[in-house]
């Protein structure tokens, strides 16, 4: 099972960036997808999840009306657009992969996990 994130970079606050996870060796269409962040001496943090079916979607407060995840399951990839990029959203941004049960925003509950992707945003 791999799950391969890409889409990062250095950016000015104010920006945009979308970030992907593209998922190989696993079925895809039965995995909740979430989205985590760990910026540097910090713990690991919740961003966002979708559900199975794309149809439903949950977000940290942090990040709420400026991130939007998304999946295609025909492509075994989710997405994660960030808008209004802020210093604080500075952060290694990982995906993983939870293949049994609903949504969660606790890392531990997740079953597979990308390499992670450096976003850097700039004041």
């Known amino acids: 099972v791999q799950l391969q994130a890409s889409g990062g970079g250095l950016v000015q606050a104010g920006g945009s960036l979308r970030l992907s996870c593209a998922a190989s060796g696993v079925s895809f269409s039965i995995a909740v997808m979430g989205w985590f962040r760990q910026a540097p001496g910090k713990e690991r943090e919740f961003v966002a999840a979708i559900s199975r079916s794309g149809g439903s979607t949950y977000y940290a407060d942090s990040v709420k009306g400026r991130f939007t995840i998304s999946r295609d399951n025909a492509k075994k990839t989710v997405y994660l657009q960030m808008n209004s990029l802020k210093p604080e959203d500075t952060a290694v941004y990982y995906c993983?992969?939870?293949?049994?049960?609903?949504?969660?925003?606790?890392?531990?509950?997740?079953?597979?996990w990308g390499q992670g992707t450096q976003v850097t945003v700039s004041s």
């Open positions: 993983a992969a939870k293949m049994v049960g609903l949504y969660s925003r606790d890392e531990r509950n997740y079953d597979y």
